[in-house]
């Protein structure tokens, strides 16, 4: 596929819960390999936004489409194929409590993909070694640190093989130490060559790790450009106001 | 004239081995049809949520007494006569699955949103969801109301000495009758009935604090 084939498109996108608005319109292309920083302040509509290419939430208007399959329009026939090409990670890292490590990755492997066991935990073990945490194993999530559990649910998503990997505020429930763990295999992920879209409110992230950066404001994606671009020639007052704040 | 003797407390003692069968019927058969219950009220089709809750409103609002009353002598006069033992399983059975019910779709609900979310997002079908996801970690959640609603069954089980079934409270009174010492004899049933329930209590409140603790 050419580097230049969008994998994400977002077109026009328009988000309602009941009579509020939280999107209106939103618009931009992720190509393939590109690391997207999705940045703005609290309710500008990012995190619905990224769920909304995730398939968590139905849309209003518009059209979203990754790989090619449309997603997010009431009755979507190929969710499944959705959920095949795209992981998320969550804040709150949503492990499941009640399996081990192991289990939390080899259970999407062995009922979705169908994979014998013993081959779904090799798979366990090889995206564990590249979070780092070959040694948890066989732990349960309670007994890992925050940074440890949102590397166990990147590992999990990993195992699926997604095409497009989506990271909502995945930093913003862990102290610095904490993020910079995480954080560094989010960068080592995006140098894979990994397609990523990312909320944060890391700018440091952002200015150092994505491609592009797109500052949303008000439902709407008031600013969008290459990232040292951007942060070098601020066009609008509410990104230049949002960066200087973060400094 | 008799007096309560070894005779009537081993009378009374077989009895209660009736009374712990009709409870493990009713648990057993509740167990089912509660759990089915519970699925329809947090069903996304609106006509089993419709069913369930319509059902278990009738039930928890019709006194027991009244439904053992409709199993025996209501179906017996439509011509399903009923033995005493049936017709008191189905009645607590029906009873017990509206409690259940309710019980276990609270600790359904009670699994974080996000747990659908993410199980979702890594493909797992609904039922998958529920098998792998959802209902283990709401059974943890289920046991110690679970257990504490067994100790409202056993005692329920009283109601079918109405229908003639002897369990501990018929067996009572039939000793009673026989001995005309109602204090002691009642204090005896009353007595079994709490080393019963007792340790069924504890238990219920040991698995709350436990679970509590394991938060």
């Known amino acids: ?247 | 004239m008799n007096h309560l003797g070894p005779n009537q407390l081993i009378y009374l003692v077989l009895a209660a081995q009736w009374t712990i069968v009709l409870s493990l019927i009713a648990f057993a058969g509740g167990a089912v049809l509660g759990l089915g219950l519970a699925l329809a009220r947090v069903s996304k089709i609106a006509a089993l949520r419709l069913l369930a809750s319509g059902y278990i409103q009738v039930i928890q609002g019709t006194p027991l007494l009244i439904v053992l009353f409709l199993s025996y002598f209501g179906l017996g006069i439509m011509g399903y006569k009923l033995v005493p033992l049936v017709a008191a399983g189905l009645s607590l059975t029906l009873y017990a699955g509206a409690f259940l019910g309710e019980i276990w779709r609270g600790c359904i609900e009670a699994v974080s949103k996000t747990q659908w979310e993410a199980s979702d997002c890594l493909g797992l079908n609904r039922f998958q969801q529920y098998a792998y996801v959802i209902l283990p970690q709401a059974v943890r959640l289920a046991i110690p109301p679970t257990v504490g609603f067994m100790v409202q069954i056993v005692k329920n089980t009283s109601l079918a000495s109405v229908i003639g079934f002897v369990e501990l409270s018929r067996a009572g009174q039939i000793v009673n009758n026989s001995t005309f010492e109602p204090f002691v004899v009642f204090s005896c049933v009353a007595a079994i009935y709490f080393a019963l329930c007792y340790p069924l209590s504890l238990a219920a409140r040991a698995l709350e604090r436990k679970s509590h603790a394991a938060k």
């Open chain 1, 1 to 247: 596929m050419p580097q230049s084939e969008a994998m994400v498109r977002v077109a026009g996108v328009v988000k309602e819960f009941g009579p509020l608005r939280v999107l209106h319109g939103v618009t931009f292309d992720v190509a393939r390999g590109q690391t997207v920083a999705i940045v703005g302040r609290s309710g500008s509509g990012k995190s619905t936004l990224l769920r909304c290419i995730a398939g968590l939430e139905s849309i209003q208007g518009g059209a979203i489409e990754v790989c090619g399959n449309a997603v997010g329009l009431p009755g979507s026939a190929n969710r499944a194929r959705l959920r095949r090409d795209v992981g998320m990670v969550f804040q709150s890292y949503n492990l499941f409590p009640h399996l081990t490590v192991e289990r939390n990755i080899t259970l999407a492997l062995t009922l979705v993909k169908k994979q014998p066991k013993t081959e779904a935990r090799k798979v366990a073990a090889e995206v564990l070694g590249l979070v780092g945490l070959m040694d948890k194993i066989a732990a349960y999530p309670e007994q890992l640190s925050g940074g440890q559990q949102q590397r166990v649910a990147i590992a999990r998503s990993l195992a699926l093989s997604p095409q497009v990997m989506l990271f909502d505020e995945v930093t913003s429930a862990l102290d610095p130490e904490l993020t910079a763990e995480v954080l560094a295999v989010m960068e080592d992920l995006a140098r894979r060559g990994m397609t990523m879209i990312t909320v944060t409110h890391e700018m440091g992230f952002a200015r150092r790790v994505a491609d592009l950066v797109v500052f949303m404001h008000q439902g709407q994606v008031w600013e969008i450009g290459p990232t040292v671009e951007l942060f070098a020639n601020p066009k609008t007052a509410e990104f230049t106001q949002f960066i200087g704040s973060e400094l």
